[in-house]
């Protein structure tokens, strides 16, 4: 970013990531440099290998990632889970790390569940025998509190969903996460740690303005070595369900995610209509895939589930990768 | 203190009004774009500034995402709309050397950033300052409702979409004004109902209605229910003034009326 002239950074900012934020010499003089130095920004390294080894049974780990809002990642997110979670020799564990704005409670049918504690940690919520789930949704009393936090707390509960819940076993893990690149993104990435990640599957939706926030979404997964599974393209093209005509309700004014994916070189897993059954699933709290499975929303859903699951067995399991 | 504020460059501001949503992709920055363009229609000079640090949308709905803006003596020098200078805006879209460059900041930065969005822009004399936000309720709403508490803001349109997980995030949000006692000016229920262009027929695409119940039960004013319009996103897609060009689109008459209460609320209080 440009360093407008009297910017809050420093030239060489050594980003708050690093192990030298608020320690390197160009930190001198920083506003932020007290709060980077106190650890506020990042975790120590030594806490993030603590953290991979406790999470070494987990198979894959698969995060939704959108740079803009309301464009399906936590749908996304349940559903993958559910499809995943199907076949049931597989263990699939579904966090949610959208610590303002927790939808995964009420879409997994789990709203007012609470969180127990056991010997080792927070038990997560079953919805099946091998689907687990955990949020910030399972500790609030009531549904109107607000999580009115700051970065140093949303990480610091993100590294508790990471090293006090007591997942078990698991061939899947799948993080949905809000919009944006901030500390959410960053902490869960630097607590797994990039290479430990199968890679992120991006939402967007057809439209431009949807597009310019995901190409910096793209761009961060660049910067943290993150692997990129693949762009779904969601809420494209609308069928009226009387006339079943076809609408553009959000056009795809600049080539959508097609002419995206062909010009930063990602690959397109495929894209979902809008079909007004989905968001009504959702709000009931039941699989839209097992409620309407003669969608062609389904079949596209399915494909796509179908298309990581293939990503993920290619690549080599947690065990090997730490070896 | 009387004296900062006399100094400032957010003295001639007359009305600060926040866009606020728990949701994403709810239509906030649609909310903020649409109303300065209603405010500029009935004559007020308007002024938005986006505290968007990742995902800023504000430059490219009005089609200037390739300006710059410029330091002057007493700060920054916002972006101006038209020739007349009815709408400036600032946002972290104009300080970015690529569009596509992602903003990777931990609270700390934005937090920073966003006080100098507060104090530093050279506003000049404005009617309305329109806060478009990214959804939620961390670092960037704190940081912006502290930062702007001195100026004593009209108040905050919150706006939904109708289905339930959208509306119990904005419940949520609501509780961040109880305690931050940032006024609710009012709910916007948007992208409720899609009217079919082949056989006008309306689906409820998001579902029907959740905007105004929450606002019935959290006893606030419910603004206006906008549809689902084909021609609003086209518009914000090309940065056209969507209030001037098509004032017989479905959308049009719920966009002026929000405009309208919000000009209500700010006369109230000026008398
Ligand atoms: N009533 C409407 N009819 C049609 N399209 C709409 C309507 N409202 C918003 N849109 C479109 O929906 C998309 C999302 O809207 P917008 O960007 O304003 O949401 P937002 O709440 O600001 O999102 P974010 O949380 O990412 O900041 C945009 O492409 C916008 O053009
Ligand atoms: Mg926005």
Request: net charge negative; with cysteine; charged share 20%.
């Amino acid at each position: 970013m440009a360093d407008a002239a009297g910017g809050p950074q420093p030239e060489d900012c050594p980003g708050t990531g690093s192990a030298q934020a608020g320690r390197a010499a160009a930190c001198q003089g920083c506003p932020n440099q007290k709060l980077c130095a106190a650890g506020a920004a990042g975790p120590d390294p030594a806490e993030a290998a603590a953290l991979r080894e406790r999470l070494r049974c987990v198979r894959h780990v698969v995060l939704v990632l959108s740079g803009k809002g309301g464009v399906g990642k936590s749908t996304f997110s349940a559903l993958l889970a559910h499809g995943l979670a199907a076949d049931e020799s597989k263990q699939v564990a579904l966090l949610d790390i959208d610590i303002c704005g927790p939808s995964i409670p009420k879409m997994m049918g789990l709203e007012g569940e609470q969180v127990h504690q056991s010997g080792s940690g927070w038990s997560p919520v079953y919805v099946e025998e091998n689907l687990s789930v955990m949020s910030v949704g399972f500790l609030l009393s009531s549904p109107d509190d607000a999580v009115i936090w700051r970065g140093p707390k949303k990480n610091g509960l993100i590294k508790q969903f990471l090293r006090d819940v007591d997942w078990g076993e698991m061939d899947y893990l799948i993080i949905d996460t809000p919009p944006g690149t901030s500390d959410e993104h960053l902490s869960i990435v630097q607590y797994l740690g990039a290479s430990h990640v199968d890679g992120a599957v991006i939402i967007t939706t057809p439209q431009e303005v949807s597009l310019q926030d995901v190409r910096k979404e793209i761009n961060f997964c660049h910067k943290v070595k993150l692997p990129i599974i693949g762009v779904v393209e969601n809420m494209s093209g609308f069928i009226c369900p009387k006339c079943k005509n076809e609408s553009q309700i959000f056009s795809p004014t600049t080539g959508g995610a097609e002419k995206m994916c062909q010009n930063l070189n990602v690959s397109l897993l495929g894209k979902v209509p809008l079909d007004p059954q989905i968001g009504k699933s959702c709000d009931k709290g039941q699989s839209f895939l097992s409620e309407a499975p003669e969608s062609p929303a389904t079949s596209s859903y399915r494909n796509i589930i179908q298309r990581i699951q293939e990503y993920c067995d290619l690549q080599h399991t947690q065990e090997e990768k730490t070896i | 203190s009387a004296e900062v504020i006399g100094a400032s460059n957010l003295s001639g501001v007359r009305h600060v009004v926040l866009v606020l949503s728990g949701k994403g992709g709810v239509g906030k920055s649609t909310v903020a774009t649409q109303l300065a363009l209603a405010l500029r229609q009935a004559g007020k000079k308007v002024g938005i500034l986006d505290v968007d640090l990742c995902g800023p949308s504000i430059p490219r709905m009005f089609r200037v995402q390739d300006s710059a803006v410029h330091q002057c003596d007493s700060g920054w020098v916002p972006v101006f709309v038209d020739q007349e200078k009815s709408i400036s805006l600032m946002s972290i879209g104009f300080l970015l050397e690529k569009p596509d460059d992602a903003v990777v900041w931990r609270g700390p930065k934005k937090n920073a950033l966003i006080k100098q969005f507060v104090t530093d822009v050279a506003w000049g004399d404005l009617d309305f300052l329109i806060v478009d936000t990214p959804p939620g309720t961390s670092d960037e709403h704190i940081s912006t409702v502290e930062a702007l508490r001195p100026y004593k803001p009209l108040g905050a349109i919150l706006v939904t979409t109708p289905q339930e997980v959208a509306v119990g995030d904005v419940r949520r949000e609501l509780t961040f004004c109880k305690k931050t006692g940032l006024r609710v000016l009012g709910i916007v229920e948007n992208m409720s109902g899609f009217v079919c262009p082949h056989c006008s027929e309306c689906t409820n695409v998001f579902s029907k209605g959740g905007g105004e119940e929450l606002a019935k039960y959290a006893g606030v004013p419910f603004l206006g229910s906008v549809p689902l319009d084909p021609q609003l996103s086209q518009s914000l897609e090309e940065g056209r003034d969507f209030i001037r060009e098509f004032p017989k689109s479905s959308a049009f008459p719920a966009l002026l009326h929000i405009a309208q209460q919000v000009s209500d609320s700010a006369s109230q209080r000026s008398s």
